[in-house]
């Protein structure tokens, strides 16, 4: 049995960088394990065709080193999940990781010895080891949800989810395939798929907001002025709310009359970003001038789908744009006015079934060979919940959250000792460009084990109370935002049957975040039982 001081689970964004870390700034003896044949987590398996990046390419990876920020060049406003691979493939190989990381092992289960005070870990190729320190580095969209629909078993073609791609190339030539669900992925799928099969029938529970993102080559001088700006893009993305390079600004929906309102919202439609909730400062804060883009938004989508009874269920929303996780696509809208396309409204015309030869909906009978899930995740605390997590007194997570995720600045769980989490429920995690909000957790836990070690500290875990408080304060801010005016949404659960629904990641903005993060270091954690 293998003992470290540290193990790190995942080998995405944040399990490289924490790795980095741990071992070559702090010292420790540490292993990351990752279930995957390689790294890059989120983008090693969402490989389905048209996966790219939501976020502007030169603020979407590492800027803890301004080596690695320099020597790297991104090529498209948007990059692709290959290109983000090679990225972090790139920054492993700077960094000579690989040689600490375990790959093709998933966690099976991990205990807390409170005898030994180390936490003994299980993967389900029977290997065992002994750490210190746990960190979970698992992502917040791992768990894949594929929704319990009765006949699946009995489907005789194939089927997929888009968040475990295969690698091996899927022929949809000429085949009459299924997507069901239309959220991220879904949006960016179908355009590129709709391109080779013979028929794709879209399956839509609940339409979604989406804005172009008009991806384009860099020019030499736009790829001169990022690096050039190293300095002042990493400042500027710790400033922001969302950790990209747009603020929100103090002018109102209601300064403006129509005509120059929607002169504004047409040049942000027309770049092309999720700077398009930025144009002005109410639209996430204030129902009625929140209803201004989403009648703008309404209104572009009747423009651009030619069928009319189509368009009436592409824009028949039930919540207000930003209430739910924004999206960016590349034709999306302008597929529906291709012929191989069909649209099947789940309000009105539900799935009963999936057959052997297809699924069968209230109103149809459809034949597929091949059936695509874009039906999104058990976000946040899925893939923690999936460890089989064993803290102190026997305490099982999934019994310790069975009403609701208990954590403390979503970085660590009251009664399971010495274990950290990267972007965990109660963070602002999925509500901000990933990578920021990363390196500011691996630096926090990174500094939170150097004060450990310093001072012979054995164990730190955050107090009942505390993680109490914390919920407390997540509850009263998204009660506050139109976050709550959504019906469904995965920010909050609804998605998976028996989750407990309260608002999950932390909707303060990352600045706020970051402010009393810094506060509780400084205050050498006063609000952790530390012995």
Partial sequence: MLQFETIIIGAGISGLYQLHKCRDELNLKTLAIEEGSDIGGTWYWNRYPGARCDSESHTYGYTFSEKIYKNWTWKEK???????????????????????????????????????????????????????YLICAVGSLSATNIPNIKGLKTFKGE???????????????????????????????????????????IFQRTPNYSIPARNKKLTKEMINDYLKNYE????????????????????????????ERDKIFEKAWLKGSLAFRACFGDITKNLKANE??????????????KDKKIAKILTNFDHPFTSKRPTLNTNYYETFNR???????????????????????????????????????????????????????????????????????????????????????GSPSVLTNVPVQIEQHVEWITNCLNFLNKN????????????????????????????????IS???????????????????????????????EKNQYKEFLIK
């Fill in 78 to 132: 948007y990059p692709k999940q290959n290109t983000i691979l090679k990225y972090l493939k790139f920054v492993e190989k700077k960094l000579n990781l690989r040689k600490d990381i375990l790959f093709n092992n998933k966690i099976i289960s991990a205990k807390y010895l409170e005898n030994k005070k180390l936490w003994q870990i299980k993967t389900n190729k029977n290997k065992i080891f002994l750490t210190k």
């Fill in 159 to 201: 089927y997929y989810h888009t968040g475990r791609w295969p690698k091996k190339k899927i022929n949809l030539k000429n085949q009459i395939v299924a997507q069901i669900g239309t959220g991220s992925s879904g949006i960016q799928v179908a355009p590129e798929i709709a391109k080779t099969v013979k028929k794709l029938v």
């Fill in 232 to 259: 002042k893009i990493k400042k500027l993305i710790k400033k922001t709310p969302g950790g990209h390079t747009f603020s929100f600004p103090d002018r109102s929906v209601f300064d403006f009359n129509k005509i």
């Fill in 292 to 305: 201004k883009a989403s009648n703008f938004i309404k209104e572009k989508i009747l423009k651009i789908v």
């Fill in 339 to 425: 012929k191989n396309i069909e649209l099947v409204d789940l309000k009105s015309n539900p799935i009963i079934k999936i057959t052997k030869n297809g699924i069968k909906t209230k109103n149809n009978d459809f034949d597929f060979d091949k059936i695509i899930f874009a039906t999104g995740y058990d976000a946040l605390t899925g893939p923690l919940l999936s460890l089989n997590l064993v803290g102190k007194k026997k305490t099982k997570l999934q019994n310790f959250w069975n009403k609701s995720p208990k954590t403390y600045l979503g970085l660590m769980i009251p009664n399971f000792p010495n274990l950290f989490i990267i972007q965990g429920p």
């Fill in 456 to 487: 012979n500290k054995k164990t730190i875990e955050p107090t009942i109370n505390s993680a109490k408080k914390w919920s407390d304060e997540i509850k009263r801010l998204a009660d506050a935002s139109l976050f709550m005016k959504a019906k």
């Fill in 490 to 520: 995965w920010y909050k659960g609804d998605n998976i049957p028996g989750k407990p629904k309260v608002f999950i990641p932390y909707p303060g903005g990352l600045p706020r975040y970051r402010n009393i993060c810094n506060k509780v």
